[in-house]
């Protein structure tokens, strides 16, 4: 399998459950900073010019997040990924949904790709108070959901390498404070060897 990223990108919650599976896979840089995605070779590839993208053993190729992270899972049940109870699965996916299109589609892009939501420069203040807004109002639901549990649904999920991302974003890129929940979540988060092999592997520890 080879996946297809940018460091600092959504595609670390599929490095991460990479990792966690513990199987051969190759990494192919996807180098955002030289827009890589629009280029040819990348387009072929997918066409819709964002990571993940996931190149299985025979060729084909998979794209969106939480349909890469659910394959994944559910071919790798070794691994304990993915809740084998049709409740827990639909939870997990229902997480994921969240995570992907709204908090990080609608907030984060806000924040880190201004430009794209207005043609005016001076309103781009206010579409980065929208989107932190956004962020700190996904962060306020979904940590309920982690309560007082290790992880979102008890046992450690796709859904959790989903979260990963967020809470690391909303901490170091985004300066948006963590509350003390969310701050021993993403501690616990660090600690685990996969995401720091991860973190070791994109540059970023």
């Known amino acids: 399998m080879k996946l297809f990223y940018s460091p600092n990108a959504c595609s670390m919650a599929i490095?991460?459950?990479?990792?966690?599976?513990?199987k051969p896979y190759e990494l192919v840089l996807v180098n955002f900073a030289q827009a890589a995605q629009y280029k040819p070779e990348y387009l072929a590839v997918s066409p819709k010019s964002k990571v993940p993208?996931?190149?299985r053993d025979d060729g084909s190729v998979l794209t969106e997040l939480p349909a890469i992270a659910w394959y994944l899972a559910k071919t790798n049940p070794q691994a304990n990924l993915l809740p084998t109870d049709i409740e827990g699965e639909a939870r997990v996916?229902?997480?994921?949904?969240?995570?992907?299109?709204?908090?990080h589609m609608r907030g984060f892009t806000r924040i880190f790709r201004t430009a794209s939501f207005?043609?005016?420069?001076?309103?781009?203040?206010?579409v980065v108070e929208t989107g932190r807004n956004m962020v700190i109002q996904g962060l306020q639901i979904l940590e309920p959901v982690l309560g007082d549990k290790?992880?979102?649904?008890?046992q450690?999920?796709?859904?959790?390498?989903?979260f990963?991302?967020?809470?690391?974003?909303?901490?170091?890129?985004a300066s948006i404070p963590l509350s003390p929940v969310l701050q021993a979540y993403l501690d616990r988060l660090?600690?685990?060897?996969a995401v720091s092999r991860m973190l070791a592997a994109e540059g970023l520890h």
């Open 156 to 162: 450690y999920s796709i859904a959790d390498c989903g």
């Open 164 to 173: 990963f991302y967020i809470v690391y974003w909303a901490s170091r890129r």
């Open 190 to 193: 660090l600690a685990r060897p």
């Open 150 to 154: 290790d992880y979102l649904l008890g």
């Open 53 to 55: 993208a996931l190149m």
């Open 118 to 126: 207005t043609p005016n420069p001076a309103d781009e203040p206010k």
């Open 15 to 22: 490095h991460i459950i990479l990792e966690e599976i513990g």
């Open 93 to 103: 996916l229902e997480l994921l949904e969240y995570i992907t299109a709204t908090v």
